[in-house]
Nanobody, 121 residues
Framework: VQLQASGGGLVQAGGSLRVSCAAS????????MGWFRRAPGKERKFVAS????????LYADSVKGRFTISRDNAKNTVLLQMNSLKSEDTAVYYC???????????????WGKGTLVTVSS
């Protein structure tokens, strides 16, 4: 499956942004999906993930209550709504897909190119 993230940009602290990931090539609804991020000079970290059905979501503690992951299987899209953004949310955001349904990085088979989110303080 091919993944393309979009929607990144520059936003002020406290603001909101939504990034999206479009999937193509295989049956999107068979994959658990996840968002990860890599801040400048740091390792890639888990942000959020969503099960095949969308009924289960997981979040990193750092974004819980501020970010919401969702998916639209009819449109082959997974979204990450980011509210109350902080400067420490600045990173390149990557979407990923898991054919096994495992909702963590080690279960992701496919990775898209990232989209840069910059939060100015």
């Amino acid at each position: 499956v091919q993944l393309q993230a979009s929607g990144g940009g520059l936003v002020q602290a406290g603001g909101s942004l939504r990034v999206s990931c479009a999937a193509s090539g295989r049956t999107f609804s068979n994959y658990a999906m996840g968002w990860f991020r890599r801040a400048p000079g740091k390792e890639r970290k888990f942000v959020a993930s969503i099960s095949v059905s969308g009924g289960t979501t997981l979040y990193a503690d750092s974004v819980k209550g501020r970010f919401t992951i969702s998916r639209d299987n009819a449109k082959n899209t997974v979204l990450l709504q980011m509210n109350s953004l902080k400067s420490e949310d600045t990173a390149v955001y990557y979407c990923a897909a898991s054919s096994s349904g495992i909702m963590y990085a080690y279960g992701m088979d496919y990775w898209g190119k990232g989209t840069l989110v910059t939060v100015s303080s």
